[in-house]
């Protein structure tokens, strides 16, 4: 489980980091291009990470509970 939890925060810290990159690229990249990305694979992404880290969290949970009650 300790590699899921880190594997956990290395998504999160990853995520931190490209999203500042983002917003980065966004101050200097404001065109229809832009807005067309961003609807279309940025958007999806964020939803997909965050529901990833999430499900990460949860399975965290339940492989603790289930390892509490083998022991």
Not at 20 to 41: G, I, M, T, Y
């Amino acid at each position: 489980m300790s590699s899921l939890n880190n594997t956990s925060v290395e998504l999160h810290d990853a995520w931190q980091r490209l999203g500042q990159r983002w917003e980065d690229a966004k101050s200097l990249w404001n065109d229809p291009v832009r807005w067309n990305f961003e609807k279309e694979h940025w958007a999806p992404l964020e939803g997909q990470v965050q529901a990833t880290q999430r499900e990460m969290e949860q399975l965290a949970q339940v492989i603790a509970q289930a390892q509490r009650s083998v022991k």
